[in-house]
């Protein structure tokens, strides 16, 4: 404190000098030049840099905020969840003549497997703290940051609308439907990139389903004869050939040799 109260002490008899010598300055007569009027004395130089480091010194100590927040309560800022497990939504809000809205609404976003009608599969309330902000009308939300969007709602359902509901009013009419960009998630459902019968649509790999050059692995163990890997039978029509490279001649024999 008497540090600062010395600094203080200094900085107004310095001041007050300048401000003497400023009217000792006045009452001459002045030059037809004012060129020096444009160039900055040594005393504004000396004053600049005080004042300069003074803010930097209240800075420093926590009188003056630096300009970031450090903590508390960040009203305003979205929900934040997983990516993969969110959908993007932009919509547009206005009275009943048309004029856009500007504020903060409570809206609640539904799912529905159809246009109209139907029981919600999902839903999600942007209310109270976490009420949807409008500005001129426009507003974006993340749905599935308050409440988990299941995937087994895009793998089970092949169509799914969206429904908005904002204040106390009935829910909006038409709904939504959702294009193809949400129903990607369904990628996740293959972690280890397998295919499996499941997720072949009809459940089967057909002979259409094939390239005509087929390409079968060959496995030979020490002391017994070649043999195709998993398979029970191996037919070779008059129109079909193997072929390959080998040492020899390699004899075709039946399972009982």
């Known amino acids: 404190m008497d540090s600062q109260k010395n ?6 008899d310095w001041l007050a000098t300048r401000q003497t010598r400023r009217r000792e300055a006045a009452a001459q007569p002045r030059s037809p030049h004012r060129l020096s009027g444009w160039l900055p004395s040594r005393g504004n130089v000396i004053f600049t840099l005080l004042m300069i480091a003074l803010l930097i010194a ?6 003056l905020p630096a300009g970031r927040p450090q903590g508390g309560d ?3 800022i979205a929900p934040t969840a997983t990516s993969t497990g969110t959908i993007a939504y932009q919509g547009r809000l206005a009275d009943a003549d048309g004029n856009p809205l500007t504020g903060t609404y409570n809206m609640i976003f539904r799912l529905y497997d159809a246009a109209t009608g139907g029981v919600p599969l999902w839903e999600e309330q942007w209310t109270g703290s976490n009420g949807v902000k409008v500005s001129d009308g426009l507003f974006n939300v993340m749905l599935g940051s308050l409440a988990q969007l299941p995937i087994s709602q895009f793998t089970n359902s092949p169509s799914l609308f969206l429904g908005i509901t904002v204040g106390t009013d009935d829910e909006m009419a038409p709904r939504v439907q959702l294009g193809s960009v949400p129903f990607a998630v369904q990628a996740l459902t293959v972690p280890d990139g397998s295919v499996t019968t499941a997720k072949i649509a009809d ?11 087929l390409t079968v692995p060959f496995e030979g163990r020490p002391g017994s004869y070649p043999y195709v890997v998993g398979m029970s039978q191996f037919l070779l029509t008059a129109s079909h050939y193997c072929g390959g490279t080998c040492p020899q001649n390699i004899p075709i024999r039946t399972s009982a040799r």
């Open 7 to 12: 600094f203080f002490q200094l900085l107004g």
């Open 74 to 76: 960040h009203k305003g």
């Open 203 to 213: 459940g089967a790999v057909t002979q259409a389903k094939l390239s005509s050059q």
């Open 58 to 63: 209240a800075q420093t100590v926590g009188a």
